[in-house]
């Protein structure tokens, strides 16, 4: 689907984003409100869940922010009145915070699910909602690369509580006849994440060292990964909300490059130009939830709605460093 085309899809359009001011959910606002999209944005701003005021700066004033919880099912209920389409990407993202903090990680990944479906089944069930969940609830791979088909095996409880978020809304499709649709998203980079530790993606913390000229710690080393970039995330949440045929159906994400994290080490250092990293063992309490080689196979979602990378991981990797340079102070 074009740009054009999904222009005239979205003009006027009322659109919800949870999780609105976090990494993925700023970069789909900006482009919702490019293609004419009435945007309102959802999000928490608690510290450890990488909502930043600074994501939305450059458009700030043509969207409307709501700083609320979506454990809240009373503001929730009024939040989804009216809109047309809901993109649901709030959530707990650190897979050792739902280790530590078990009974969070299910409020905000499962419980706060219910609540928001709930308000949508009562208060408006027409609206068509694209729900952001995690390739880790298929757990350590027993082929690659892994499509929709693959056992799910979670290996810590965010992948269980993301599963149930993810089965609460197909349930709801289901049952209830809300419309929506699950993207299984995998290791997604670029502008606007979160960079001050690890909790959203190991590759933001290593952008910020080597620009802050420190080492940067690569555990084991020979994992191979996959990476989608922002931009082409976008193109598929914007692809599932306007495919009918996207209802009531699960897609993986995932890129074209498949490279060891040595690798991707190597290719970080190379780009920027200097720093340089050590490799780690992998400390016992993370080696217990490591899933080791990962990579995806969205076939399906070329083959039913058409989409597929665009953007190669030399380029994501150097728009990412660059912006990082001009903005790290609004990141640490």
């Not at 503001?75 to 649901?88: A, E, P, R």
């Not at 001050?196 to 710690?217: L, M, S």
């Not at 976008?234 to 009531?248: I, M, P, S, T, W």
């Not at 699960?250 to 060891?260: E, R, T």
Request: charged share 25%; proline share 3%; aromatic share 10%.
């Amino acid at each position: 689907m074009k740009k054009e085309v999904f222009s005239e899809f979205f003009k006027g359009k009322r659109v919800l984003i949870t999780g609105g001011l976090g990494f993925i959910g700023s970069n789909l606002c900006r482009r919702l409100v490019e293609l004419g999209a009435k945007v309102t944005l959802i999000d928490s701003l608690i510290p450890e869940y990488g909502g930043n005021l600074f994501n939305i700066e450059d458009i700030k004033d043509r969207v409307t922010l709501n700083i609320s919880d979506v454990r809240d099912e009373h503001s929730m209920k009024y939040l989804v009145q009216g809109m047309d389409y809901l993109f649901n990407l709030a959530g707990q993202t650190s897979h050792m915070d739902s280790i530590q903090n078990p009974i969070t990680d299910l409020e905000i990944n499962a419980k706060s699910q219910l609540f928001i479906l709930e308000s949508c089944r009562k208060y408006n069930s027409r609206i068509k909602i694209v729900f952001a969940s995690t390739r880790q609830i298929y757990g350590k791979p027993d082929y690659l690369p892994v499509n929709e088909k693959h056992v799910l095996n979670p290996v810590d409880i965010n992948g269980i509580n993301k599963l149930a978020g993810e089965w609460y809304h197909l349930l709801y499709n289901k049952v209830h006849g809300i419309k929506t649709s699950v993207l299984r998203l995998t290791n997604t980079i670029g502008p606007g994440m979160r960079i001050k530790d690890a909790r959203q993606t190991f590759v933001g913390i290593w952008i910020k060292n080597i620009i802050e000229g420190k080492p940067f710690e690569v555990w084991g080393g020979e994992q191979l990964r996959d990476f989608t970039y922002v931009d082409d995330a976008v193109d598929a949440f914007l692809l599932a909300a306007a495919h009918k045929d996207a209802e009531q159906k699960i897609f993986n994400l995932g890129g074209d490059c498949i490279i060891s994290l040595k690798d991707l080490a190597e290719l970080i250092v190379s780009i920027h130009g200097s720093g340089s990293y050590k490799i780690m063992t992998y400390p016992d309490d993370r080696k217990r939830i490591d899933i080791g080689d990962f990579y995806a196979d969205y076939s399906l979602i070329k083959t039913m709605l058409g989409w597929e990378t665009k953007t190669p991981l030399k380029d994501a990797i150097k728009s990412i460093i660059d912006y990082y340079q001009k903005n790290l102070k609004q990141y640490i």
